[in-house]
């Protein structure tokens, strides 16, 4: 297992908040329990730290057919929505809630060009709110390839304080690239084309790069 680069500066600040008193506590009270009691507790939190950095080794499901799953988590919301921001039209929604024991990576759902990107500056609300994806920080990008265009919107919960989205306009990606990370607790929503088959359901749990959430509508061909 690897250690994710987004995790490199919180983990090392992590182990001196924790260490420094430890061994002034060893000092202290070299013959009390006290010591050992705070240095168990202090190895349990940074154990817990290190973990939710944690970066698997695994190799995405490629498949230009279908949409990948953008991130670890439960599936908690399947639905037809309007998409008002960039798309402006009805889609299939489709959120992967991801809790603080989940891998917080983020990949993109599918490959081809990134067409918009944008970030929202926002509140905290936990989220699961239903207008977390409305008034929560966050970060929207538009992907499209030869099977249409394809919405996914990274979403910060009431733990989540930062958002890092790698994507950037005008670039190619491919389908399982990291597309970004989320800190501590929060929402991907996908917004899919009315025709894609949706082979996930509300409640199921999904690994990121590796589920498949959808099947996409044939390329439309224009000879």
């Known amino acids: 297992m690897k250690i994710h680069k987004e995790g490199y500066k919180i983990i090392t600040n992590s182990f001196l908040i924790l260490a420094i008193p430890v061994v002034a506590l060893y000092f202290i009270f ?13 190895l349990l939190l940074f154990t817990l730290v290190v973990r939710f950095f944690r970066f698997p080794n695994i190799t995405p499901a490629i498949n230009d057919s279908v949409v990948l799953a953008p991130a670890d988590g439960k599936i908690v919301i ?9 798309l402006k039209k009805e889609c299939l929604q489709v959120s992967v809630f991801m809790s603080v ?12 060009v990134v067409k918009y990107f944008k970030y929202h ?22 992907v499209e390839n030869d099977r249409g265009t394809v919405l996914f919107r990274q979403i910060a919960g009431y733990l989540a304080r930062r958002i890092v989205c790698y994507a ?8 399982g690239e990291q597309a970004g990370f989320i800190k501590f607790g929060s929402r ?3 917004f899919l084309p009315l025709d894609s088959r949706v082979q996930v359901t509300k409640g199921q749990k999904v690994k990121g790069s590796q589920t498949i959430i959808a099947t996409l509508p044939e390329p439309i061909n224009e000879s």
């Open 188 to 190: 991907v929503d996908l």
């Open 121 to 142: 500056p926002g509140r905290y609300l936990v989220a699961m709110h239903p207008k977390s994806s409305e008034k929560n920080e966050r970060t929207t990008i538009v």
């Open 168 to 175: 950037e306009e005008g670039k190619f990606y491919q389908q």
């Open 78 to 86: 399947v639905k037809e929505v309007y998409e008002g921001e960039f």
């Open 101 to 112: 024991f989940n891998v917080h990576i983020n990949w993109f759902p599918v490959k081809g």
């Open 30 to 42: 070299p013959d009390d329990n006290i010591f050992w009691y705070a240095l168990i507790a202090a």
